[in-house]
C-alpha cells in the first residue's frame, strides 16, 4: 500500500474543473445497454475500477462492450443474449455492481457465481436476496447467501409486492432489474425516496415504469432498445471540491457539468443551510438527467442538523460533510444513518478514528455523529482504510491542516476518481 504525503496549509484554490462521469449513472448505462436490444452509446463514461469491474462482468456474460477512453459502445442482444458464464464473475470493490446484477442474473435460465474482494466479503447481500428468493430466485452463498461469493441459478420469476426495510437504491434496483423479467407486475415501497437512475434509465430505453411517491410499479416482460447515454459528472465526487471550496480561505472553484438529480442534492441542501457561498447555472437543454454548473466560494458556516429523509440523498457524502462541519460555527449532528456502517468501511466509525487523528473533536453515535465547529486541524498519519471516500476526505482534510498529513492507500481512490490528485492540483 502507498504512502502519499499530502497538500498541507493551502490559504487558496481557484479554477475550473469537470469531475468525472457519474458512478451510478455509468454502472446503469452498461447494464442497460447489455440487456437492451441494439447498440447502446455512452459518452463521459466513469473510468474507476468500480465502472470497470461491471464492464468486465458483461463480457464474460457475452457482451460485446468496445471502450474508447470515457466513450463505451455496447452490442446489446436483449435478456435472452446473455450467456452462462465460464469465469466467476468477479466485482472487485463495487456494491453496485453486485447488487444489481444478481437482479439480472436472477431471471437468466442458467448458473453463474460472483465475489469481490476483502470489503465486498463483509458487505450484507440478504437485504438483495431475501426478495429475489421471494420472486423465485435459487441464490446460495456463504452463511447461506448472507455474503460471497454467492452463486445464481437463474431461473423464471414472478412479480412481488415488497417494502423496503432500509432506503436502498441498490435493493430497489435490483428487485426492478428482476421485475423486467419476472411474471406479472412488481411493486416496492421504499420508506424513504432514493435515487432514480435506474427509473429514469427504464425510460430513456423505452420501458415503461409508474413511479407515485415512494411507490414503484413495473411490469415484467418488457423489451428495452438500445439508445444513447450522457452520462453528468458525479455529485458525489464534486461533494469534495464544493467542501474544499468552502473552507480553504480565499477560495472560488466551478465545477462542470455536475449531476443536480433532486434524490442526489442533499448536499447542496446541508450547504445552503450552513450557510455556505454557492451558485448554480442550470443547462436547460439536459431532460434524461438534470445537470449544471456549481461555483463554490470560502463561506462562512453554522453548524446544522442532517436527519430523516435527507440522508438517502446525501449517504455517500457524509463523510466529507463532517470535515465541513468541523470549520462551521456551533454543533453539527448526523443521524438516522445507520446505513453508513455497512459501506466499503463502516463509514462512521472510519470517519470518526481518522478525523481524531487530526486532532479533531468529534463523537460517533449508533446511528451518525457529533461534530464540533470552529477546529483547527493538525497533521498525522491518516489511511483510507480501502474506502475512496474516506480518502479523498482526509485529502481535503490535510488542505486546512497545520502540519504534513500522510495517507496511506491512497490508491483506493480510483474506484471512483482516477485523476482527484490532478484536479487538486490544478487548482492551487
Known amino acids: 500500500m502507498e504512502r502519499k504525503e499530502l497538500i498541507s496549509n493551502i490559504n487558496k484554490l481557484t479554477g475550473v474543473i469537470s469531475v468525472p462521469g457519474d458512478k451510478s449513472i455509468s454502472h446503469r448505462s452498461i447494464m442497460f445497454g447489455a440487456i437492451a436490444h441494439g447498440k447502446t452509446t455512452v459518452s ?18 457475452g457482451v460485446k462492450i468496445i471502450q474508447n477512453d470515457s466513450e463505451v459502445t455496447i452490442e446489446g442482444k436483449g435478456l435472452e443474449g446473455l450467456t452462462e458464464p465460464i469465469e466467476v464473475l468477479d466485482v472487485g470493490n463495487s456494491g453496485t455492481t453486485i447488487r444489481l446484477m444478481l437482479g439480472i442474473l436472477s431471471g437468466r435460465p442458467f448458473f453463474s457465481s460472483l465475489v469481490g474482494d476483502h470489503s465486498i466479503g463483509k458487505r450484507p447481500m440478504t437485504r438483495v ?24 441459478r437463474g431461473g423464471e420469476l414472478k412479480g412481488i409486492e415488497y417494502q423496503l426495510p432500509v432506503a436502498s437504491a ?23 425516496k432514493t435515487r432514480d437512475h435506474t427509473e429514469r ?25 438500445g439508445t444513447h447515454i450522457n452520462v453528468p459528472g458525479d455529485i458525489s465526487s464534486a461533494a469534495f471540491f464544493l467542501v474544499a471550496g468552502a473552507i480553504v480561505p480565499n477560495s472560488e472553484i466551478t465545477l462542470l457539468n ?92 472510519t470517519v470518526v478514528n481518522e478525523l481524531t487523528k ?32 474516506i480518502g479523498m476526505m482526509l485529502a481535503v482534510a490535510s488542505l486546512i491542516s497545520k502540519e504534513t498529513v500522510y495517507l496511506e492507500n491512497k490508491e483506493a481512490i480510483s474506484v471512483s476518481y482516477p485523476n482527484f490528485f490532478d484536479h487538486l492540483n490544478s487548482l492551487l
Open 258 to 349: 455536475v449531476g443536480l438529480n433532486p434524490t442526489r442534492t442533499g448536499i447542496m441542501d446541508v450547504l445552503e443551510a450552513m450557510g455556505a457561498d454557492f451558485s448554480v447555472k442550470i443547462n436547460k437543454n439536459e431532460i434524461f438527467e438534470p445537470c449544471g454548473d456549481i461555483t463554490i466560494r470560502s463561506s462562512q458556516l453554522k453548524g446544522t442538523v442532517i436527519e430523516g429523509d435527507l440522508i438517502p440523498r446525501l449517504i455517500d457524502e457524509i463523510p466529507v460533510i463532517a470535515l465541513l462541519a468541523t470549520q462551521a460555527e456551533g454543533t453539527t449532528i448526523i443521524k438516522d444513518a445507520e446505513e453508513l456502517k455497512v459501506k466499503e468501511t463502516n463509514r462512521i466509525d
Open 170 to 192: 441498490q435493493v430497489k434496483s435490483s428487485l426492478l432489474f428482476a421485475g423486467l423479467q419476472a411474471r406479472g407486475k412488481t411493486t416496492i415501497i421504499e420508506p424513504a
Open 358 to 389: 487530526l486532532g479533531v473533536n468529534i463523537e460517533a453515535t449508533s446511528d451518525g455523529m457529533i461534530i464540533y465547529g470552529n477546529q483547527s486541524l493538525s497533521g498525522g498519519e491518516v489511511s483510507s482504510h480501502g474506502d475512496h471516500r
Open 44 to 61: 463521459n463514461f466513469l473510468l474507476g475500477d468500480d465502472c470497470l469491474s461491471t464492464i468486465s462482468c458483461f463480457r464474460k456474460l
Open 129 to 152: 436476496t431475501k426478495p429475489l428468493r421471494e420472486m423465485g430466485a435459487l441464490i446460495d452463498g456463504r452463511q447461506e447467501g448472507k455474503f460471497t461469493p454467492l452463486s445464481v
Open 201 to 225: 434509465m427504464i425510460k430513456k430505453f423505452g420501458g415503461e415504469i409508474k413511479v407515485e411517491g415512494k411507490i414503484v410499479e413495473l411490469d415484467g416482460g418488457q423489451t428495452l432498445t
